[in-house]
Every structure is written in structure tokens, then in C-alpha cells.
């Protein structure tokens, strides 16, 4: 007899329209703590790891990325450039990539690379931190009528092969760098990322 003025349906209206706000708001609350685990743009410049996908580059092209503020450059050598490679030994300053400060011990070979195919470089001219021109084509060049692909700096005109490795004679004392990075899969790779996991 107690309960003959309660309305049920109402009743049962006001207990789920308390669950659906106490739900929505739980949501509101979950997503900034959950944006909280990204890291921020200051720890993605101070080196977060950057993840690259590389399925639509195709043999000669480049693909640019950012990581630690840099430009770093993934670019996909075909059979014509990677066979150029040897030729250019007695022109280069450091053709077997001797300074360990340039590359990982990983990137420390005749492509300095982890995969022949897959170059990548942080595109920033060792002289005066210009960004050299890719010129992959093998043509003769205004700046070199033996050219064999690879990059030029027009700030002072610094030349390296399409392994990144610096020429004679120019102003650029060392190869561009080889930054960490690992493959994930075939088409995603990793920069600041060494193959071991090492950041």
C-alpha cells in the first residue's frame, strides 16, 4: 500500500537518464587523462619516435618527414642508383663512413643503410646546415659532369652521393647523418629508433 504513489515508470526515466550523464561525463573526463599519455610537441622535437609510412614510395622517389625538428629523408634507390654507388669510391672523402658520429654502427656499409633499397637521411648539409637539392638523376650536371645522382647543396656548393656520402674537395666536412631508425613492417619504419630499441 506504501508504493501506490510511486510512479515506476518515472522512476525507471530519471535512474538511466542519471546513468547516461554519469556515463557521458565519466567519457569527458577519461579523454583528456587519456591525451595526457600522447607526448607532447616539445618531447615529439626532443625526439619522440616517428613512425613513417613508405608503401607508396616508389624506386627514386623521396619522402620527407620531421623528426627532432629535422627533415629527414626516406628515399627508395632503384637497381640503376644503388649499382652507381661503388663507382663514386675514389671521389669521396669518407667512402666506407669511418666517423661512427655520422651513422650507426648498423648503417656502417656500402649503402649505409639497413635494407640496400631504403635510404634514409637527416637532409641537413654537414657545412652550415643548408638543405642540399636531390638530384637522383644519373645526368651530367651544371655542377658536375659526372654526376651520378645524389645531393647538392646550393648554399656552397657541397656534393654527396646518393648514399649521403660527401665528395672531395667541397666545403661539407662529413656525410650527411644517418639518423636511428628500424623497420617496423615492410611499409612502416621508425626514426629514432634503433634496430635493438635502443632510442
Given amino acids: ?25 565519466a567519457v569527458f573526463a577519461a579523454v583528456p587523462f587519456i591525451q595526457s599519455w600522447k607526448p607532447s610537441a616539445r618531447a615529439q622535437v626532443a625526439g619522440a ?17 620531421t623528426w627532432r625538428g629535422q627533415p629527414v629523408w626516406l628515399i627508395r634507390r632503384t637497381e640503376e642508383q644503388l ?27 656500402a649503402t649505409r643503410s639497413l635494407r640496400p633499397e631504403l635510404l634514409v637521411l637527416v637532409g641537413i648539409c654537414t657545412h652550415l646546415g643548408c638543405v642540399p637539392l636531390f638530384r637522383p638523376e644519373l645526368v651530367p650536371q651544371p655542377f658536375d659532369n659526372e654526376w651520378k645522382g645524389g645531393f647538392f647543396c646550393p648554399c656552397h656548393s657541397s656534393r654527396f652521393d646518393l648514399a649521403g656520402r660527401v665528395f672531395e674537395g667541397v666545403p661539407a666536412p662529413t656525410n650527411l647523418k644517418v639518423p636511428p631508425y628500424h623497420f617496423l613492417d615492410d611499409n612502416r619504419v621508425v626514426l629514432g629508433v634503433d634496430p635493438d630499441g635502443v632510442a
Avoid at 669521396?92 to 655520422?102: K, M, V
Fill in 83 to 109: 649499382a652507381a654507388l661503388p663507382t663514386q669510391t675514389a671521389n669521396l672523402r669518407d667512402p666506407n663512413s669511418e666517423n661512427p658520429e655520422q651513422q650507426p654502427a648498423y648503417a656502417q656499409n
Fill in 49 to 65: 619516435p616517428v613512425t613513417v609510412d613508405i608503401s607508396r614510395l616508389l624506386p627514386g622517389q623521396r619522402l620527407t618527414a
Fill in 1 to 25: 500500500m506504501a508504493n501506490q504513489g510511486v510512479n515506476t515508470g518515472r522512476r525507471r526515466f530519471l535512474t538511466a537518464s542519471t546513468a547516461v550523464v554519469g556515463g557521458v561525463g
